[in-house]
């Protein structure tokens, strides 16, 4: 189903502000003061997201988007001015999208109720259930919510039950599942985001420590964020996006900010969108022209960020 679309708001590269939000805590002088920028704000006339939890981008920056309530996929496409709301898994009727990735011509999405993968084509067709996690040979049950997926095809998910990261080859076999609950380098606790970044490693929000990690590809620890030495405004970070350059952008729905720390894990800034009281981000997404897209479920909406 294709509607049209419509946006508020305009780019602002260089607008800085402080933000007035007695939720947020206090800053100190180490921490730098949030950056207020304008936001183009993705509305659908017809199509009124709920609960919009993950965001992605496919190659042509179609903006595609998890929505829990009601539970769906629906994409956005700036260029066409249109939005278009994906086929509904009619066999799944307590389908429950928690994270979503595109590549090549298919769409993904974790189905957290019945802790499944589905697919989709890029046109919105569903297409089938490409996993059932209860098939996976391991020997907890698996709790899937976070997703990517690499140019390669293999595909990594967070495991909330077991503080686990799962990651799977093209053919759908456990390559190499890491993790175990606790707080020391390499542990984690409840990991609610995992992504691929450009360098092929593994970034992920350990959401229970307030922090995220980097691992290799095969699961070696290989750093924290924030780095040592540097202030900590995480509280609870569910999602995070690796550009180019180095820099990450972490979703912190408890903080009500999206932060920016720099390639070498120190903390840079705290983001939010002018006008975007009360913010809550879920999920953050980086376009290749430096524009960060960010699902925003106390507003129930998508906003994009010139950050680059």
């Given at each position: 189903m294709r509607f049209r679309l419509a946006w508020t708001g305009c780019w602002l590269a260089a607008a800085c502000a402080p933000a007035s939000d007695a939720t947020h805590p206090a800053h100190t002088s180490s921490v730098p003061a949030d950056t207020v920028l304008s936001a183009l704000t993705?509305?659908?006339d017809r199509v009124a997201l709920g609960a919009p939890v993950a965001v992605c981008l496919d190659f042509g920056g179609t903006v595609i988007v998890a929505d829990a309530s009601?539970?769906?996929?629906?994409?956005y496409d700036a260029g066409a001015l249109t939005c278009t709301e994906f086929q509904s898994p009619a066999a799944r009727p307590a389908f429950q999208p928690s994270d979503a990735s595109v590549r090549g011509f298919f769409v993904y999405a974790v189905d957290e109720t019945n802790r499944m993968l589905l697919r989709w084509d890029s046109s919105g067709a569903y297409r089938d259930v490409l996993l059932s996690f209860e098939e996976l040979a391991q020997r907890r049950r698996v709790s899937p919510c976070g997703l990517d997926v690499d140019a390669s095809g293999r595909l990594a998910v967070t495991d909330v039950e077991n503080h686990q990261i799962i990651v799977l080859d093209s053919y759908l076999d456990v390559d190499v599942a890491f993790g175990n609950y606790g707080s020391f380098p390499g542990q984690l606790d409840t990991p609610q985001g995992v992504?691929?970044?450009?360098r092929g490693e593994l970034l992920v929000a350990d959401t229970?420590?307030?922090?995220?990690?980097?691992?290799?590809?095969?699961?070696?620890?290989?750093?924290?964020?924030?780095a040592s030495g540097s202030p900590n405004p995480l509280r609870r970070p569910r999602r995070a996006v690796a550009g180019e350059d180095g820099r990450v952008y972490v979703a912190d729905p408890l903080a009500r900010r999206v932060f920016e720390f720099g390639a070498d894990g120190a903390f840079v800034r705290a983001l939010v969108p002018e006008g975007a009281e009360p913010f809550e981000p879920t999920d953050v997404a980086l376009g290749r022209d430096g524009t960060l897209y960010v699902t925003d479920t106390a507003r129930?909406?998508?906003?994009?960020?010139k950050v680059m």
């Open positions: 993705f509305r659908c009601p539970p769906r996929l629906v994409a992504s691929f970044t450009p229970g420590n307030a922090r995220l990690q980097v691992f290799s590809d095969a699961g070696q620890p290989r750093r924290v964020i924030p129930k909406v998508v906003h994009a960020l």
